[in-house]
T-cell receptor, first 112, second 114 residues
Framework: GESVGLHLPTLSVQEGDNSIINCAYS??????FIWYKQESGKGPQFIID?????DKRQGQRVTVLLNKTVKHLSLQIAATQPGDSAVYFCAENRDAGNMLTFGGGTRLMVKP | DADVTQTPRNRITKTGKRIMLECSQTKGHDRMYWYRQDPGLGLRLIYYSFDVKDINKGEISDGYSVSRQAQAKFSLSLESAIPNQTALYFCATSDRSSGREKLFFGSGTQLSVL
C-alpha cells in the first residue's frame, strides 16, 4: 500500500553542524506534509508543515524542502544543538478531513 | 503539550483485564484521536472523533473501544487486554478551523500487559 517512510533510522551529527533528515512518500495524491519532533518521554511536537504548492518553507533554524517530482521531503536543521536530539517523524495527508499517515521516524543524535 | 493531558502516564496490567486510558484537553479543539506507538514504528491511528457522539475507527481499532463523553474528553478502553497491546499510547487533538490535521499530542501513556 502507499505509505510514508524514512531513508535513515539514525542520524548522528556534531553539535553546530547542519542536519538533514529525509523522508520518502509514495502517495502522489498527498498535498500536505508535517514534521514532528519527539523527545524522550514526551509526545510528538509540531515543528513545521508545508503544502504541495510550495517547495520550501523556513522556520526558526529549520527548513522543509519538498520535491514532488521524486516524492521526497526533507527537514534541515541549522547549527544543530544538543536539544535537537530526538526522533523526527514526517507525516503526510491528502485532502482535508483525511487522517495523517506517519513515517517510522529517524533518531537524531547530537554529539558534543 | 500540557493542554492535552493523559492519565495515567504508566500502567501495568494483566492479560484479560479491562483498562481505560483517559484524555482531556483545554485547547477547545473539536477533533480528538488515539494513536498507538510501538518501538521503531510510526504512529498508528486507533480511533478518532470529530465531535461528541462522533466515533470513527482508525487503522487498528480491533480490541479497543472509545468514548467521547464531552468535547474535552476522549477515553480509550481495552476490554480484555492482551500482551501485544503493550505500547505507548498517545491522545491528540486538532482544530477543524485549521483545515488540516495539524495534531497536538499529549505526553503519552505507557501500557504494559503482562
Amino acid at each position: 500500500g502507499e505509505s510514508v517512510g524514512l531513508h535513515l533510522p539514525t542520524l548522528s551529527v556534531q553539535e553546530g553542524d547542519n542536519s538533514i533528515i529525509n523522508c520518502a512518500y509514495s502517495n502522489s495524491a498527498s498535498d500536505y506534509f508535517i514534521w514532528y519532533k519527539q523527545e524522550s518521554g514526551k509526545g510528538p511536537q509540531f515543528i513545521i508543515d508545508i503544502r504541495s504548492n510550495m517547495d520550501k518553507r523556513q522556520g526558526q533554524r529549520v527548513t522543509v524542502l519538498l520535491n514532488k517530482t521524486v516524492k521526497h521531503l526533507s527537514l534541515q536543521i541549522a547549527a544543530t544543538q544538543p536539544g535537537d536530539s530526538a526522533v523526527y517523524f514526517c507525516a503526510e495527508n491528502r485532502d482535508a478531513g483525511n487522517m495523517l499517515t506517519f513515517g517510522g521516524g529517524t533518531r537524531l543524535m547530537v554529539k558534543p | 503539550d500540557a493542554d492535552v493531558t493523559q492519565t495515567p502516564r504508566n500502567r501495568i496490567t494483566k492479560t484479560g483485564k479491562r483498562i481505560m486510558l483517559e484524555c482531556s484537553q483545554t485547547k477547545g479543539h473539536d477533533r480528538m484521536y488515539w494513536y498507538r506507538q510501538d518501538p521503531g514504528l510510526g504512529l498508528r491511528l486507533i480511533y478518532y472523533s470529530f465531535d461528541v457522539k462522533d466515533i470513527n475507527k482508525g487503522e487498528i481499532s480491533d480490541g479497543y473501544s472509545v468514548s467521547r463523553q464531552a468535547q474535552a474528553k476522549f477515553s480509550l478502553s481495552l476490554e480484555s487486554a492482551i500482551p501485544n497491546q503493550t505500547a505507548l499510547y498517545f491522545c491528540a487533538t486538532s482544530d477543524r478551523s485549521s483545515g488540516r490535521e495539524k495534531l497536538f499530542f499529549g505526553s503519552g501513556t505507557q501500557l504494559s500487559v503482562l
